[in-house]
């Protein structure tokens, strides 16, 4: 059997505790974050295709985009400074992540947030007054900084504050802000980002620190007391004595966002309004690239409050599967649409309005299959199967291989779609059915299972089982790995 036995109620520990309104709370304002990263992916593409933005900052691609109307409609944004401007954030978040998970164990998930939300703020105010295109480079560096200590922090805070009975439905919480930001930054400008920064930063300042933060710095005493106050239960001793049991398993750290970013879903993101200004370069709609953009951020949100309501009743990998199949066949739907049409010369000809909307239409069950799986999954599943003793730096790990792949991605897809045209999309399509073999094999369900009981998960697994070691951890948690990956020892 490729699946894991699970453990959970009538098999593993059931820790007591409610959902309170102080953790419900607490979770609806550190999810925000996600606000942030998601502002920057929708307003990224919905700029670089405005008329404005374009004879101001690259006026090359302007001219050649009113040059190519009748032409080749693959090649009309081919441009690397175009890529840079929006790949260059991601490259930041990229080195920030390292930087933060040393930030993020010694100073706690709160400050973490902090300091994303003040770097974010001040790209946020650069890329809103800036008259050059240096300007709008230093404005995404920041801005990167910025999403990099966030997204190392807020996923940790999400899953480490809530009870395992619900920590799915509110870890994807910080998904829904991110699909949320995509939608809203649609129809407004770069400097708009310095509002959710403003409500990271604000939130930052108001929300208490995680137990499990506290542990890790020696805080034994008020971490006990916060639990206590965030189970809203007096008797939280057996959970906290398991708060320091640990086996580290990074290759999720580094897989699931690995193959996260080659779903093909930020080229959908960063450039819709550019891929439905291409397909529909001869429509007649009124602002067609951005209201197309406007209904697939729609489609994102809905299918996200599908993977909430679901994530803590199917299972992961249930709908890690299920929207792995929906993409793989809609992928290649579209891939068919488009070469129907635009061939290999990148020339339409007159494209039929109805044929457009049913490009649209397949586009968004492809985004909706993403939006209720390997979105929010991507940033649940690492954020919750790794020990205390390791989830600074293995989300730091997860952060950085997300971050490094968005760049890649960004950077290259302009110049590829060029290249391969409709066979781009093939292109991801093979990739989605190489992760969905992975997730079927090797990722077990952690549907259900204490966060700190997260070990047993992986000594029931048909394959992980045979790295892991049975041991009964110490209660303060002194452990190391000892020498040649024999696992951890007593110091």
Same mark, same amino acid.
């Given at each position: 059997?490729?699946?894991a036995?699970?453990?959970?109620?009538?098999?593993?520990?059931?820790y007591p505790?409610?959902?309170?309104?102080?953790?419900?709370?607490?979770?609806?304002v550190?999810?925000m974050g996600?606000?942030?990263?998601?502002y920057?992916?929708?307003?990224?593409?919905g700029?670089?295709?405005?008329t404005p933005?374009?004879?101001k900052f690259?006026?090359?691609?302007?001219?050649k985009?009113?040059?190519n109307?009748?032409?080749?409609?693959?090649c009309?944004?081919d441009s690397?400074t175009l890529?840079?401007?929006?790949s260059s954030?991601?490259?930041?978040?990229?080195?920030a992540?390292l930087v933060?998970?040393t930030?993020?164990?010694k100073l706690?998930?709160?400050l973490?947030?902090?300091?994303g939300?003040?770097?974010?703020?001040? !790209? %946020? +105010?650069?890329? *809103? @007054?800036?008259?050059a295109?240096?300007?709008l /480079?230093v404005?995404r560096?920041? #801005?990167?900084?910025g999403?990099g200590?966030a997204?190392?922090?807020?996923p940790?805070?999400?899953?480490?504050?809530a009870?395992?009975?619900y920590? !799915? %439905? +509110?870890?994807? *919480? @910080?998904?829904?802000s991110?699909?949320?930001? /995509?939608?809203?930054a649609?129809? #407004?400008?770069l400097?708009?980002a310095?509002?959710p920064a403003?409500?990271?930063t604000?939130?930052?300042?108001?929300?208490?620190?995680?137990p499990?933060?506290?542990i890790?710095? *020696?805080?034994?005493?008020?971490?006990?007391?916060?639990?206590k106050k965030i189970?809203?239960?007096?008797?939280?001793d057996?959970?906290?004595r398991d708060?320091?049991?640990?086996?580290?398993?990074l290759?999720?750290a580094?897989?699931?966002?690995?193959f996260q970013?080659?779903?093909?879903?930020?080229?959908?993101?960063?450039?819709a309004?550019?891929?439905?200004?291409?397909?529909?370069?001869?429509c007649?709609?009124?602002d067609?690239?951005l209201?197309s953009a406007?209904?697939?951020?729609v489609?994102?949100v809905a299918a996200t409050?599908v993977?909430?309501?679901?994530v803590?009743?199917?299972g992961r990998?249930f709908?890690?599967?299920?929207g792995?199949v929906?993409?793989l066949?809609y992928?290649?739907?579209?891939a068919a649409?488009?070469?129907?049409?635009?061939?290999?010369?990148?020339?339409?000809?007159?494209?039929?309005?109805?044929?457009?909307?049913?490009?649209v239409?397949?586009?968004?069950?492809?985004?909706?299959?993403f939006?209720w799986?390997?979105g929010?999954?991507?940033?649940?599943v690492p954020?919750?199967i790794?020990p205390l003793?390791i989830r600074?730096?293995?989300q730091s790990?997860?952060?950085?291989?997300?971050?490094m792949?968005t760049?890649?991605?960004?950077?290259?897809?302009?110049?590829?779609?060029?290249?391969?045209?409709?066979?781009?999309?093939m292109?991801?399509a093979?990739?989605?059915?190489?992760?969905?073999?992975?997730?079927y094999?090797f990722l077990p369900?952690t549907k259900?299972i204490?966060?700190?009981e997260?070990?047993?998960?992986w000594?029931?697994?048909w394959?992980w089982?045979r790295f892991m070691?049975?041991l009964d951890?110490?209660?303060?948690?002194?452990l190391?790995?000892?020498k040649g990956?024999?696992g951890?020892?007593l110091?």
């Amino acid at each position: 059997m490729p699946a894991a036995g699970g453990i959970g109620p009538g098999n593993g520990k059931e820790y007591p505790g409610n959902l309170t309104p102080f953790v419900t709370i607490t979770c609806i304002v550190a999810a925000m974050g996600g606000l942030i990263f998601g502002y920057d992916i929708g307003i990224s593409g919905g700029v670089t295709t405005m008329t404005p933005f374009l004879q101001k900052f690259f006026r090359e691609v302007w001219e050649k985009k009113e040059a190519n109307k009748s032409m080749n409609q693959y090649c009309q944004y081919d441009s690397q400074t175009l890529t840079m401007f929006t790949s260059s954030l991601y490259l930041a978040a990229l080195l920030a992540s390292l930087v933060a998970s040393t930030v993020t164990r010694k100073l706690g998930r709160r400050l973490s947030m902090l300091f994303g939300g003040l770097l974010f703020f001040a !790209g %946020a +105010l650069i890329n *809103g @007054f800036a008259k050059a295109v240096w300007m709008l /480079i230093v404005g995404r560096l920041l #801005l990167g900084f910025g999403i990099g200590s966030a997204n190392q922090s807020v996923p940790l805070y999400l899953s480490e504050m809530a009870p395992y009975k619900y920590r !799915g %439905a +509110l870890n994807i *919480g @910080f998904q829904l802000s991110i699909t949320v930001g /995509i939608l809203i930054a649609n129809r #407004l400008s770069l400097g708009g980002a310095m509002v959710p920064a403003l409500i990271i930063t604000v939130g930052s300042l108001v929300l208490p620190d995680t137990p499990n933060s506290m542990i890790e710095r *020696g805080r034994t005493e008020e971490a006990r007391a916060k639990l206590k106050k965030i189970r809203g239960e007096d008797d939280v001793d057996e959970e906290f004595r398991d708060l320091v049991s640990a086996s580290p398993h990074l290759t999720m750290a580094i897989l699931i966002p690995f193959f996260q970013q080659l779903t093909g879903i930020n080229v959908i993101m960063f450039y819709a309004p550019v891929l439905f200004n291409t397909i529909c370069g001869n429509c007649v709609f009124d602002d067609a690239s951005l209201m197309s953009a406007m209904i697939t951020g729609v489609v994102n949100v809905a299918a996200t409050l599908v993977s909430i309501y679901g994530v803590d009743k199917w299972g992961r990998r249930f709908l890690f599967l299920e929207g792995g199949v929906q993409m793989l066949i809609y992928q290649a739907v579209v891939a068919a649409c488009i070469g129907a049409k635009f061939g290999t010369n990148g020339n339409p000809g007159d494209l039929p309005k109805w044929y457009a909307i049913v490009v649209v239409f397949f586009i968004c069950v492809y985004v909706a299959g993403f939006a209720w799986s390997w979105g929010p999954l991507g940033w649940l599943v690492p954020s919750e199967i790794f020990p205390l003793e390791i989830r600074s730096a293995a989300q730091s790990i997860n952060v950085s291989v997300n971050m490094m792949f968005t760049f890649l991605v960004a950077q290259v897809f302009l110049t590829m779609l060029c290249h391969l045209k409709f066979g781009l999309f093939m292109f991801f399509a093979f990739f989605v059915i190489i992760m969905s073999i992975f997730v079927y094999y090797f990722l077990p369900e952690t549907k259900g299972i204490p966060i700190e009981e997260m070990n047993q998960v992986w000594k029931s697994h048909w394959y992980w089982s045979r790295f892991m070691e049975d041991l009964d951890y110490p209660i303060n948690g002194n452990l190391e790995m000892s020498k040649g990956g024999q696992g951890p020892k007593l110091v």
